[in-house]
């Protein structure tokens, strides 16, 4: 079936920690495969995006390369600050969005 | 430009009661959807409107149903509502044929009591 599986939370760093958050997916076909974060009592926000195969997505300081023959979009940051702090949400789409079950990720100072 | 506005923010409503939530999309986008997102959970979908008609729908019972308008602005209605139905509720918008251009709304929180 077409399911997106993330690392589960909730994660803690420190401040300038590197990040990682994993997910791999399954689907038929080749979806675009998206990172979404969530701030607190807020809707989502798209993060960033690859819509195939070898794409790197980007964005504030924030990354995630399409990888076919692991099915993975992990994200990952080389140095977190405390306003990084959110719910990321790791998503699929054909025609519509499959999201994973979300990471909360808390940085201390 | 305004992105994805949605109405109200919160309510509260009664179990048993009927509850209508409003969407309106970011301009030039044609496509609407609506999510699900229980506490601690990520969203799920419930349907997809394109050119006033469900284009797809997930795993959600009658009690859900929409509408689009001709200004392609939606609305999702919930009859019967039960205690389980509290969540917050997002709408995405997205722009003609493309699977990727989501933008989404800042939600509806619905507590049923």
């Known amino acids: 079936g077409n399911s997106v599986t993330q690392m589960e939370g909730p994660v803690t760093l420190s401040e300038e920690a590197f990040l990682t958050i994993n997910c791999t997916y399954t689907?038929?076909?080749?979806?675009?495969l998206f990172w979404y974060v969530q701030y607190p009592g807020e809707g989502l926000q798209l993060l960033l995006k690859?819509?195939?195969?070898?794409d790197k997505g980007s964005n504030k300081g924030f990354e995630a390369t399409y990888r076919k023959e692991t099915t993975s979009f992990h994200l990952e940051k080389g140095s977190v600050q405390v306003s990084d702090s959110a719910v990321y949400f790791c998503a699929r789409s054909a025609q519509k969005l499959v999201f994973g079950q979300g990471t909360r990720l808390t940085i201390n100072p | 430009d305004a992105g994805v506005t949605q109405s109200p923010t919160h309510l509260i409503k009664t179990r048993g009661q009927q509850v209508t939530l409003r969407c309106s999309p970011k301009?030039?986008?044609?496509?609407v959807s609506w999510y699900q997102q229980a506490l601690g959970q990520g969203p799920q979908f419930i349907f997809q409107?394109?050119?006033?008609?469900?284009?797809q729908r997930g795993n959600f019972p009658d009690r859900f149903s929409g509408h689009q308008f001709p200004n392609y602005s939606s609305e999702l209605n919930v009859n019967a509502l039960w205690l389980g139905d509290s969540a917050l509720y997002l709408c995405a918008s997205s722009p003609p044929a493309q699977n990727y251009g989501y933008t989404f709304g800042s939600g509806t929180r619905l507590t049923v009591v």
């Open positions: 301009s030039g986008h044609d496509t």
């Open positions: 409107y394109y050119e006033e008609e469900e284009r």
């Open positions: 689907a038929t076909g080749y979806p675009s």
């Open positions: 690859a819509t195939k195969a070898d």
